[in-house]
């Protein structure tokens, strides 16, 4: 649908998005797509996306889809028809006006000839640039005639709780914007002139900042960096939990060219003074009196999880992360190991496989030992709430855990670690032969992703293959939490 006013240049929402962000992000997006670095999640990000929308689609079956084929022209001419009708939501409705594109996720109709448009989103909350997305789609809309009576941000509502296979109501909840929203929705005309004077003109060369990465992660912060003075080898940016930022903020970017004596924070002050000698901070005596309580038989346990937006099992909740794998080593105090893994890649609910398998691999006594335990104590409390004929079991071993991460916070700090104290960036510094480079599974991200390859279908070859690199990343893991408590309990 179009309002008939000159064919001007293109431009789509997303595109809009990007000038908002960063007049360089459009330009480069239009002129140079070649130099964005590649972007490994955007494939799942797109396929979680489509699944929100889809679920959307389910609480109104009297909607209509339109199809982006044959062409837009056609889906143009589609939306037309349908609101002509004025009788069933419109879901991926498309309007035109001057060269802007918009598909509006849902336009519903209100009575009286008016509509609802509807952004659907898969995060939980409403966002700053959510909000200039649905000003976009307003303005299109009202500019192609339609009139708007209401615009929400459609996102997910994490109290739900899935209780029958493919009912999502109560999924989504609606917050009302368009109020809020009619000053952005009166400058879309401005902005739009403003992102077409940059596309004419040449590459606008905005300097690199907190933009690049706010709202989103932009893929063309490799291209825009090169050329610029290398950045200091220890920048500020290592003090954690957002340290760097008041030196930022004062024009100071190099660790080594702070006042140490401002520097009150007693972590902030470890890393800046190993970060300047060299030496490694180790207090063995902390240590080993942090893990004197810690009874045998220890078992170290790590977990792998899946989330989804749209929750695929009964009793599940958006972005649940629900535990499909996980690997313990059992220590005896006479020194001897034995390991034992659970993995789950049926694609059925592994939550009950999972707890009895806990429950039969970790021994009824003794400390259970994870890095950052708040999270697996929060996995088995989950489990033993949905299972309760298990909960009594499952209970103690929460009661049972204990976290190697503080232990190692406040004893260990070597300058590569670079501010983290995660167990990937600690361990180089301790055991640089268990590195995960050499593992087909390196991190947690990509442990998911082989989940869902795997439950997607994958063939008998590549299978084997993910589940052989799922064992040995899970089982690299809690290995490596054994040989970091060892190193740290040293003298």
Same mark, same amino acid.
């Given at each position: 649908?179009?309002?008939?006013?000159?064919?001007?240049?293109?431009?789509?929402?997303?595109?809009?998005? /990007?000038?908002?962000?960063?007049?360089?992000?459009?330009?480069? /997006?239009?002129?140079?797509?070649?130099?964005?670095?590649?972007?490994?999640?955007?494939?799942?990000?797109?396929?979680?996306?489509?699944?929100?929308?889809?679920?959307?689609?389910?609480?109104?079956?009297?909607?209509?889809?339109?199809?982006?084929?044959?062409?837009?022209?056609?889906?143009?001419?589609?939306?037309?028809?349908?609101?002509?009708?004025?009788?069933?939501?419109?879901? %991926?409705?498309?309007?035109?006006?001057?060269?802007?594109?918009?598909?509006?996720?849902? #336009?519903?109709?209100?009575?009286?000839?008016?509509?609802?448009?509807?952004?659907?989103?898969?995060?939980?909350?409403?966002?700053?640039?959510?909000?200039?997305?649905?000003?976009?789609?307003?303005?299109?809309?009202?500019?192609?005639?339609?009139?708007?009576?209401?615009?929400?941000?459609?996102?997910?509502?994490?109290?739900?709780?899935?209780?029958?296979?493919?009912?999502?109501?109560?999924? $989504?909840?609606?917050?009302?914007? #368009?109020?809020?929203?009619?000053?952005?929705?009166?400058?879309?005309?401005?902005?739009?002139?403003?992102?077409?004077?940059?596309?004419?003109?040449?590459?606008?060369?905005?300097?690199?900042?907190?933009?690049?990465?706010?709202?989103?992660?932009?893929? *063309?912060?490799?291209?825009?960096?090169?050329?610029?003075?290398?950045?200091?080898?220890?920048?500020?940016?290592?003090?954690?939990?957002?340290?760097?930022?008041?030196?930022?903020?004062?024009?100071?970017?190099?660790?080594?060219?702070?006042?140490?004596?401002?520097?009150?924070?007693?972590?902030?002050?470890?890393?800046?003074?190993?970060?300047?000698?060299?030496?490694?901070?180790?207090?063995?005596?902390?240590?080993?009196? /942090?893990?004197?309580?810690?009874? $045998?038989?220890?078992?170290?346990?790590?977990?792998?999880?899946?989330?989804?937006?749209?929750?695929?099992?009964?009793?599940?909740?958006?972005?649940?992360?629900?535990? *499909?794998?996980?690997?313990?080593?059992?220590?005896?105090?006479?020194?001897? *190991?034995?390991?034992?893994?659970?993995?789950?890649?049926?694609?059925?609910?592994?939550?009950?496989?999972?707890?009895?398998?806990?429950?039969?691999?970790?021994?009824?006594?003794?400390?259970?030992?994870?890095?950052?335990?708040?999270?697996?104590?929060?996995?088995?409390?989950?489990?033993?709430?949905?299972?309760?004929?298990?909960?009594?079991?499952?209970?103690?071993?929460?009661?049972?855990?204990?976290?190697?991460?503080?232990?190692?916070?406040?004893?260990?700090?070597?300058?590569?670690?670079?501010?983290?104290?995660?167990?990937?960036?600690?361990?180089?510094?301790?055991?640089? %032969? #268990?590195?995960?480079?050499?593992?087909?599974?390196?991190?947690?991200?990509?442990?998911?992703?082989?989940?869902?390859?795997?439950?997607?279908?994958?063939?008998?070859?590549?299978?084997?293959?993910?589940?052989?690199?799922?064992?040995?990343?899970?089982?690299?893991?809690?290995?490596?939490?054994?040989?970091?408590?060892?190193? #740290?309990?040293?003298?």
């Amino acid at each position: 649908m179009t309002s008939g006013a000159p064919r001007q240049p293109g431009l789509s929402k997303s595109q809009i998005a /990007a000038f908002e962000q960063c007049a360089r992000r459009l330009w480069l /997006a239009v002129h140079q797509p070649e130099v964005a670095s590649a972007d490994d999640g955007a494939q799942a990000r797109f396929a979680a996306g489509h699944e929100v929308g889809a679920a959307a689609r389910t609480l109104a079956p009297d909607g209509v889809l339109i199809e982006a084929d044959p062409d837009l022209g056609a889906a143009l001419e589609a939306t037309r028809a349908w609101l002509a009708a004025g009788a069933h939501p419109v879901f %991926e409705a498309t309007f035109e006006h001057e060269g802007v594109l918009v598909r509006i996720d849902a #336009l519903e109709p209100l009575g009286g000839a008016t509509w609802r448009v509807a952004e659907v989103k898969s995060s939980t909350s409403v966002k700053p640039h959510h909000r200039a997305d649905l000003a976009t789609q307003v303005w299109v809309a009202r500019q192609a005639g339609v009139p708007v009576g209401s615009a929400a941000i459609r996102h997910i509502d994490n109290r739900f709780v899935l209780m029958e296979p493919g009912s999502f109501e109560g999924l $989504f909840a609606d917050e009302e914007c #368009l109020e809020d929203i009619e000053a952005l929705v009166a400058e879309r005309q401005a902005l739009i002139e403003a992102a077409r004077t940059v596309l004419i003109g040449p590459d606008p060369a905005t300097a690199p900042g907190d933009h690049c990465a706010s709202p989103h992660p932009c893929a *063309f912060s490799d291209h825009c960096n090169r050329g610029l003075p290398e950045p200091p080898a220890w920048p500020v940016t290592v003090l954690p939990n957002g340290g760097g930022r008041p030196w930022l903020d004062a024009g100071v970017d190099d660790l080594l060219a702070v006042d140490a004596a401002a520097l009150t924070n007693p972590v902030h002050r470890r890393v800046y003074e190993a970060t300047l000698s060299g030496a490694t901070f180790h207090d063995g005596a902390a240590a080993r009196a /942090a893990m004197a309580d810690w009874t $045998f038989p220890r078992a170290w346990l790590d977990f792998e999880t899946i989330a989804f937006a749209v929750p695929r099992w009964i009793g599940t909740r958006p972005y649940q992360q629900v535990p *499909f794998q996980f690997s313990v080593h059992v220590e005896q105090q006479d020194g001897r *190991f034995a390991h034992r893994a659970f993995l789950s890649l049926d694609g059925e609910d592994p939550r009950r496989p999972c707890a009895q398998a806990l429950i039969d691999a970790l021994p009824e006594a003794g400390s259970i030992i994870a890095y950052n335990a708040s999270f697996e104590r929060s996995r088995i409390r989950e489990l033993a709430e949905a299972f309760p004929d298990l909960a009594p079991a499952l209970s103690a071993m929460a009661d049972r855990l204990v976290d190697l991460l503080p232990v190692t916070r406040a004893t260990w700090y070597h300058r590569d670690q670079r501010g983290s104290w995660s167990i990937k960036a600690v361990l180089p510094t301790i055991a640089p %032969e #268990l590195d995960y480079g050499d593992l087909e599974v390196k991190d947690g991200a990509q442990a998911q992703a082989a989940w869902l390859e795997i439950t997607a279908g994958a063939d008998r070859a590549r299978r084997v293959e993910l589940e052989r690199g799922l064992l040995a990343y899970c089982q690299r893991d809690t290995w490596a939490m054994v040989v970091l408590a060892r190193h #740290l309990c040293e003298a």
